[in-house]
């Protein structure tokens, strides 16, 4: 209720100020998807986002702005998500978008999919970072990551379609103690209806994802445009026109083209699995 609040009376602000969305989002520095989904409550925002909206609206007064900080605030109290975006405001828009996202496209040629990876397998590759993190910031980081994989749950879970990279199955991340149980995860998860699982064979050589991992966004509203996702070492691209995210629909679609079946995928992971 706090968010539908904030989100009503930040529309009639924006209204009332003769601005759009566009020029919202260009404020902020986001994408107008962002705004789209924080006015109409699928999306929470963040203190300092809030206050550089308010100012854009010429909202001056100071009562009336720590008012809507003091909602914004506690709206954010009741998700664990919202929590993120003090330190690590971008893993948390990525996150908010698997959890309001009714479909899911995944590629991931060289790593298994976060929402798929085991604890073990997470933390292996936390500890491989060259920043070299602390025991407790992996800590919290694996405990993230474990939170987002809720979103497989329930009946509201969304379909996803992952492609992964063969390559990605056969890298000993940490040991055979933490692949073979990661491998037997990505199997039990496979059988579940709303996900389809398949495998890029290294066989495959040239295709069109060479350039790299990348998820795929799409939503119930149809007023929401699909986003794309491309995560790189300094932070994560995010894309909503239809000119960038039809290039990506349409290289995941070759890309399942090229890709084995869900029947020989699972085989090739049980075999891989065996080997270890």
């Known amino acids: ?24 989002a260009e404020q902020i520095g986001c994408h107008r998807s962002k705004i789209s989904r924080i006015e109409n409550a699928h999306l929470g925002i963040s ?10 609206y ?20 009741r998700g664990w998500v919202q929590r ?29 999919s976060g929402l798929f990876q085991t604890g073990d397998y997470a933390r292996a590759l ?39 990279g ?33 495998v890029l064979p290294l066989s495959a050589g040239a295709h069109p994802g060479l350039t790299g991992a990348f998820v795929v966004f799409g939503f119930p509203n149809p007023a929401f445009s699909d986003v794309v996702t491309v995560e790189h070492p300094t932070g994560t691209l995010y894309m909503e026109t239809t000119e960038e995210t039809s290039t990506y629909t349409l290289t995941f679609d070759s890309l399942r083209s090229v890709a084995m079946s869900p029947a020989a995928s699972r085989d090739l992971i049980q075999r891989i699995k065996q080997g270890l």
């Open 126 to 164: 936390y500890r491989a970072n060259p920043a070299m993190l602390g025991d407790d910031e992996i800590d919290r980081l694996v405990d993230v990551r474990m939170q987002r994989q809720t979103v497989l749950e329930g009946e509201q879970a969304p379909r996803i379609c992952l492609i992964e």
């Open 1 to 24: 209720m706090r968010r539908r609040r904030l989100a009503t009376m930040l529309v009639r602000l924006r209204e009332e100020a003769g601005k759009t969305p566009d020029q919202a």
């Open 47 to 56: 203190v300092g986002e809030l206050r550089a909206l308010l100012a854009f």
């Open 58 to 77: 010429e909202v001056t007064d100071p009562e009336y702005v720590e008012g809507l900080v003091g909602l914004a605030r506690r709206s954010r109290e």
């Open 84 to 112: 993120l975006w003090n330190d690590l405001p971008s893993y948390a828009d990525h996150i908010d978008y698997e959890q309001t996202a009714d479909y899911i496209r995944s590629f991931q040629p060289l790593l298994i």
């Open 166 to 198: 063969e390559a990605a199955l056969r890298s000993n991340v940490g040991s055979a103690r933490v692949m073979v149980p990661q491998l037997e995860h990505l199997l039990a998860l496979a059988e579940r209806p709303n996900v389809e699982l398949q």
